[in-house]
């Protein structure tokens, strides 16, 4: 799973990487991305994980692919 933070910071995107990752967890974080980088030009992340490996990763997660324009 991807759990998107709240950092209370308009140009910091915070994930949480806890367990499997699948397709839907992907498109969620896309779609945050994008939407921050609307309103701001540079980007800052901030990272936490905990029990994940990169093998948690779906089949389906792994082959996604999205082109930002």
Known sequence: MIEIL???N???LGFGFHG???KSDIERV???L???LETNEKLRFYLEG???RLTDVSMDA???HHRLD
């Open 62 to 64: 792994r082959i996604f």
């Open 10 to 12: 308009e140009n910091i």
């Open 6 to 8: 709240d950092l209370q």
């Open 20 to 22: 499997e990752i699948k």
């Open 30 to 32: 896309w779609q945050v």
């Open 50 to 52: 905990s029990n994940f």
């Open 34 to 36: 994008e939407e921050k």
